[in-house]
């Protein structure tokens, strides 16, 4: 066989090596990160493409990686749990009282694991990457909190409010508890 039909096969070859293994390292991380962030993969890939919303998230997580995330003091934990007991007491007799004051303490508590505050769509992302499960209840919360304000809430709707911030509450004071070592963040391949 002639060289140099042999060296083209074998480039091919190469070629074709390569594509299969860029393709199969792009399928194995949009599944990572579709596993990870679950319904917030969905919805930015819906919204977004699923290309887009690859880089998107992996951007996110580069982003959150640098934050100086921490676990709260037992004190700090129990101050938090007391706080978001008054708003649930406090309900019954102001309810949108209860919701700013949720959405109020919610911000607190991000800030104090060390999550930077800043408009209401990059706390929602930067939360995303470490509590995926219940960024979309955050984001129902805040929506209902702008429609409160601006008269089109119902009691109702104030209730699902404290409800939905309740999970992120949670979520948060979960992962704070989580020593260093065993962190909340899962590595995505």
């Known amino acids: 066989m002639d060289p140099r039909i042999t060296a083209v096969i ?3 070859a190469i070629i074709i090596i390569l594509a ?3 393709v199969a390292t792009r399928r194995r991380r949009t599944e990572a990160l579709r596993r990870h962030f ?15 919303a690859n880089a998107i998230l992996a951007e996110r997580e580069r982003r959150v990686e640098k934050f100086p995330l921490r676990r709260l003091s037992p004190s700090e934990r129990e101050h938090f749990i007391s706080r978001w007991q008054g708003i649930q ?3 019954v007799d102001d309810p949108a009282g ?22 209401f769509e990059q706390r929602a992302a930067d939360i995303s990457v470490d509590h995926p499960h219940v ?3 955050y984001r129902v919360a805040h929506e209902i909190a702008l429609r409160h304000r601006r008269g089109e809430a119902t009691t109702e709707d104030l209730r699902n409010s404290v409800i939905y911030y309740r999970s992120l509450f949670d979520d948060l004071l979960e992962t704070s508890t989580v020593d ?10």
């Open 135 to 137: 960024v979309n209840n």
């Open 10 to 12: 074998v480039i091919a």
């Open 89 to 91: 007491a406090n309900f």
């Open 38 to 52: 679950g319904p917030e993969y969905d919805r930015i890939a819906r919204e977004r493409g699923t290309r887009r």
């Open 180 to 189: 260093s070592t065993t962190s909340s963040r899962r590595e995505v391949a």
């Open 98 to 119: 209860a919701v700013t004051d949720a959405d109020l303490l919610v911000g607190r508590l991000m800030e104090a694991c060390g999550y930077p505050l800043g408009a």
């Open 20 to 22: 299969l293994v860029w």
